[in-house]
DNA sequence: GATGAATGAGCATTCATTCAT
DNA sequence: CATGAATGAATGCTCATTCAT
């Protein structure tokens, strides 16, 4: 239903400076608590300015759209999922079985901890265009594939077994988005049982 | 002026005739098809109209409102799931493996034919007001019961093995949604050969 | 859908600046004229667009609902008569003869140029909710009240005889907006006359 | 906002029988009520069908238009009014001070009975097209007449003593809507209060 | 007499976005 | 950087009324 296309304006690659980025990023954090409690379509961008405290003409002198908005909660909730691997040296681990182990703790937790977000990014991926939703897959497929890499070592050594590295690396992926699926029907678990069973549940598809 | 409050409405449940089933059953199939490709938020009731072919007022006779279309919406698709076990007589295999595997294909072949449809269920359930979500909710969480109980029947006949059966029925439940939910990262499986490799990745996290 | 509660909508009381309450001035003034002459569920936001040449959608910049454009128009036609008191003065004279006598000219004047207005105060106040029709009940009593005391001081001087100064007060007020609500019956008289016939009216109520 | 011309159907004088006469009348009384409840234009067809039993469409046999309808509860609510002189034989009371005391006695308790169908009329006129609307104000002004007679009587015979008999007149007939039309506050007051104020004051302005 | 289905115009309101200052 | 005002299109929904059976 959009009303016009984003239209590339690029007009002000004037700020990179600190405040211009210190807004939008206000703005982005604050659309996605919103977007999350009540959606995208039904967030209007009175909300967003009124949750920020920017006027909604000047919201517009940092978001070039809606959409845009949108894009960038996706990008931000991303990162912490990419920073995952720099930042823990997880891809420095020679063992592939802790490898995997310490990938999914964190990614469990990470998952539970921003299960909202996750949703929402299932949920509202359909409203971005081609191109936008493009670079967001393929930013989870980078990700897939640092598991699949972990998965084909542990094949190689021996101490994995499975049939397909690139399904079961989907799979271990998406079974880290669980708790925020189905959030309804897990909630008589803790947090930390729901990791200890669905940890073990990973690890047994692909050590046997 | 709002909106008369939804009250006084309820009054009608005059038609039990065809012609007034038949044009419900058209709205929400046509409905199912828009909400699929554009969502529910960026589908009109104007769409709807057009592409039923019946006047928009017209249509206001059939269905209480917009939301109403999308809770039919989610029942239709739900209607399969259940007549799996009534209509296949699943429940009467007696093997439990035999059984969960006859489960599992049935409705990871459902899965796979109705991705959309499932999708369109994870994506638009939000938007339900809580009363109708929860019976939504409650029929999947039957569903998921059901699959519970060949689970521990195979526990105590020691053919299965794992920690905790609801979690595990979850798990399964879940799995079966994989194809709808990622498909943009399956595209290079076949529908059998992922069958198949959903089957075993399944299977395996009952048997060992 | 329904339409968003009218909540989170007061947050702006920022703008007091002219071109603000001018536009809303506007806006009722010209809401005012269609109401009595179409009424006020006859008439619908397009028509006052159209009638003020404020686009329809920036007519809500102005004003919150259609509700609150009836509301500003009762406020509006009950500013004069409660100015009357305030400006002319009548609450200095000493003489309740005198004084009695001034406000009801004043009134009548007011009314029978108003006629209209007040028309439309008495058949349309049960559009307003409760909560808004009180505020312009309180204002009415407000007025009530203040010819209660003249009245009262009449009575003390032994210069007013009557049973029951309240109702007399309710009395003489609803007389003043005879002419209005009657008028298809007293076409015949003129302004001067009428004013005379009512004025002695009310007076010989009082005085005998 | 009429969606179209009453268009003179006139099509059915067939039905001349009770059973027709019947239903028109049923119609009418629950229409009043609705009316009276939440005002014409917020009464919908569906609703008098709803509150009658009868089906919508089967209403439009009965009756032509909504707006006929409210020209028929016009009709109703003066019949009584009506009745008063021929039933209660208050034209052939020769005292015209005990006639005129007869008429205010049986007036204000009609209006205090009636209060809100009397405030309907009031407030619904406006709705009538000019043409039925006269015939409303005849009935009126041949009731107004009435009271003129009885008043002319005592001037002549000079028991009462008023400046003009037409414009007193339609002072007591207006006096008699007091209550209904000012009730908010007059609420203090009995029915039998507020009569025997209301004719001291009705009789004050005419004896002396 | 009664019913279900249809019609087409209309409604109040909200939206994302832009412009001039 | 910020603000008030404007725009124009769209939205979900309801209306009085009529038709064919």
Known sequence: MKRKA????????????????KRQLQ????????????????TSMREISKATGID??????????????LFRV??????PEIDLFEKQGIMDIDDP???LRT??????????DYGEEILLLYRESKVLPKSLLKIILARESHFVAQIEEILKKGL????FHFEDASFTANTIVYELS????????????????LINLLEKHVMKAVIF
């Not at 984003?6 to 980025?21: R, T």
């Not at 990938?103 to 539970?112: A, K, N, P, Q, S």
């Not at 190689?156 to 101490?159: F, L």
């Open 74 to 79: 996706f990008e931000m909730i991303h990162q």
């Open 156 to 159: 190689e050594r021996n101490v």
């Open 27 to 42: 703005i982005v954090k604050k659309a996605t608590k919103l977007f999350m409690k009540k959606g995208y379509a039904q």
């Open 97 to 99: 079985i802790e490898q």
């Open 6 to 21: 984003a239209s590339e304006k690029e007009s002000a690659p004037k700020k990179n400076n600190d405040l211009f980025q």
């Open 178 to 193: 669980m708790h925020p699926l189905r959030s309804w029907n897990l909630k008589k678990y803790s947090k930390e049982e």
């Open 56 to 69: 909604i003409s000047n919201l517009y002198y940092f978001i070039k759209s809606k959409e845009e908005i």
């Open 103 to 112: 990938v999914i703790r964190e990614l469990l937790d990470f998952g539970y």
